[in-house]
């Protein structure tokens, strides 16, 4: 598992404990990103931060602000594990 996929799959689950099965949906439809029904992502493509913001994009579409700071705090214990990756969506938070 890469670090993209450390923590897209955090996010999701951080995020199915919100909304749901509905998670796991919205995460698959996003490209450059392959999701199972348990919640765990793959992350492919050229730009995989970018992959990770659009995930952090399509969730804060149904709660805006509060949403990119629920997918940052779910996302914490793999940025810590994974300092090396920056995903610019969270950088002013």
């Known amino acids: 598992m890469s670090g993209y996929d450390d923590i897209a799959t955090t996010i999701i689950s951080g995020q199915m404990a919100v909304v ?44 805006g602000a509060l949403g990119i700071r629920m997918c940052h705090q779910s996302a914490m214990p793999a940025l810590k594990r994974n300092p090396d990756i920056t995903i610019p969506i969270f950088e002013n938070l």
């Open 20 to 63: 749901g099965p509905l998670a796991v949906t919205m995460a698959s439809n996003i490209a450059g990103l392959t999701v199972d029904s348990r919640g765990n992502a793959t992350v492919s493509g050229g730009d995989p931060a970018g992959v990770v913001e659009q995930l952090v994009k399509v969730y804060s579409s149904l709660t």
